[in-house]
């Protein structure tokens, strides 16, 4: 007789959804109607499942702080296979999900935190993408007309607040050099050079001034403090970067971590350049041009680290926008170099999780950043912006 | 699901499932495997239906007529095609670098 416990991470939707009278379609009349579907949300498997009400009835009388001791039926077997419930049984799936409970439930996370997180997860998703790097111009106007007919417009582009007391138009005023020029030449590129590699200074120039470390402070002992040239939450610093080579002068392929307090790589594994670009493909949802990079790096977080000091609602919103700042740094620092780069958060974070060995929650993939010569190639991919002036430009 | 508030009718139908259930309504072949095993077929989409409510014979409207339904039924999730605009429009998602801004179906963690 197995024991039993509610999972704590457990949410609850309900769906109104348009669809058809089941019994009068089998009476040859078809009838819309409404239907409430509930769904069971289980952070443990980050996937809803549809119940029934009566299955509700039946999870909210198993408690989540005790264990019941119960008797075996296919309904808690269901329950149980998605996460909805933890057992103590030691076959697979079930210790791995009771393990996950446990993890979680002694960890910092808050809960709305690790519902998003378990829930954007994605795994195997491909955006099966032709591989071309031209389109005509007419064919790219032609989709945009119809998604504009089914969808309508965007918001306007730019945006001015109608209830504003005042409005006065500021000094153009301009600087170049250094930083200035660095954010002038800022952009994303998706398309490669595949004749070019990484140079080893390049590299280090990036890993040290983006992801590096400048300085320290011990707050109390065993509390130490990062100074990075990108904020963090508490200067916690909690995003770890693995860059990912596939051709970097050097250095073999492979998945390779990168050592703060050493300035070091430390490699995981090794492979060969096509095994290292479709690896990149499979990380970015097959974004195919993504994998004509020599250089990618995939971001993860410790989240324990920034946990640690916070523990709201907006502490996973934290996480994030660290490793946001990190990417702005990263364009631009390639932009000094001269460099094309791209950041994608459309990656599937639980196959770079398996690929680095982590368990998504203690430590987890969050987005990948990329770099290298851009291509010549005159292609939509690489779209060059028309420059705009205020007041001067009409845009 | 039903007028039939007094008997007990289980639903555990993900959206998916009711968009492919809508879809086939207008498939032959769905609409034929409907007709014969109607129990099989509506378990295989999350509805148990009782015996009672299963007619011997089975006797769907005509597919012209479910499409013009179809076609009508609001509901937050569309039974049709819009849920995936995005992801027909490689193209677009090329240009601007928009990857699955559409809700799609659950992922496995």
Redesign the interface.
């Known amino acids: 007789m197995p024991k039993v416990r509610r999972t704590r991470f457990l949410f609850f939707y309900a769906e109104d959804r348009g669809f058809v009278d089941v019994t009068e379609l089998l009476r040859g009349t078809v009838k819309p109607i409404s239907v409430q579907q509930l769904y069971a949300i289980s952070i443990l498997t980050g996937q809803e499942h549809p119940i029934t009400e009566a299955d509700l009835d039946a999870l909210l009388a198993i408690p989540s702080d005790e264990w019941l001791d119960v008797s075996e039926t296919s309904q808690l077997g269901e329950f149980a296979r998605n996460g909805l419930i933890v057992t103590d049984e030691d076959a697979l799936p079930l210790a791995e999900l009771r393990q996950r409970d446990q993890q979680l439930d002694g960890s910092a996370w808050n809960v709305y935190g690790a519902l998003y997180h378990s829930m954007t997860r994605w795994r195997d998703v491909d955006v099966e993408l032709e591989e071309r790097t031209q389109v005509p111009d007419e064919l790219i106007d032609e989709v945009g007309r119809k998604v504009v007919a089914k969808g309508g417009l965007p918001p306007p582009h730019f945006h001015g607040v109608e209830r504003a007391l005042e409005v006065r138009e500021l000094p153009m005023a301009r600087a170049t050099g250094g930083l200035y020029d660095a954010l002038a030449e800022r952009r994303t590129t998706r398309l490669f050079s595949t004749n070019s590699s990484l140079g080893e200074r390049e590299l280090a120039l990036l890993l040290y001034y983006v992801f590096g470390c400048h300085g320290y402070l011990e707050l109390t002992e065993g509390v130490v403090g990062l100074h990075r040239t990108s904020p963090s939450g508490g200067g916690l610093h909690p995003i770890e970067v693995y860059p990912l080579l596939v051709s970097v002068e050097g250095y073999d392929p492979g998945i390779y971590h990168y050592n703060v307090e050493r300035h070091a790589l430390e490699l995981l594994e090794r492979l060969d350049a096509p095994q290292a670009a479709e690896l990149a493909d499979e990380f970015a949802c097959g974004q195919f041009y993504f994998k004509s990079a020599p250089a990618l790096f995939l971001l993860t977080a410790r989240f324990n680290r920034t946990f640690w000091k916070y523990r709201h609602e907006r502490a996973y919103a934290v996480v994030l926008l660290d490793a946001a700042h990190l990417s702005q740094t990263f364009y631009l620092v390639c932009a000094d170099l001269g460099l094309g780069s791209f950041f994608t958060a459309a990656v599937n974070v639980a196959n770079i999780d398996a690929r680095l060995g982590i368990d998504g929650f203690s430590e987890g993939a969050l987005a990948v950043v990329g770099c290298g010569v851009p291509s010549e190639e005159d292609t939509f991919l690489n779209p060059v912006f028309e420059p705009y002036v205020p007041r001067q430009t009409r845009a | 699901?039903?007028?039939?508030d007094d008997v007990d009718?289980?639903?555990?139908?993900?959206?998916a499932q009711?968009r492919e259930f809508?879809e086939g309504?207008t498939d032959d072949e769905f609409r034929g495997r409907l007709e014969q095993n109607?129990r099989e077929v509506?378990a295989q989409y999350?509805?148990e239906?009782p015996s009672q409510?299963?007619?011997e014979n089975?006797?769907?409207?005509q597919g012209s007529?479910?499409e013009q339904?179809?076609e009508?039924?609001?509901?937050?999730?569309?039974?049709r095609g819009?849920a995936d605009?995005w992801?027909f429009?490689?193209?677009?998602?090329?240009?601007f670098?928009l990857?699955?801004l559409e809700e799609?179906e659950?992922?496995?963690?």
Not at chain 2, 106 to 109: K, T
Request: no cysteine.
């Open positions: 699901m039903n007028g039939h009718i289980q639903v555990r139908m993900t959206r009711a809508a309504l109607p509506l999350g509805i239906l409510l299963i007619p089975v006797s769907l409207p007529e479910v339904i179809l009508t039924i609001p509901g937050g999730y569309p039974l819009e605009a992801f429009y490689p193209i677009l998602h090329l240009v670098a990857a699955f799609e659950p992922y496995s963690a």
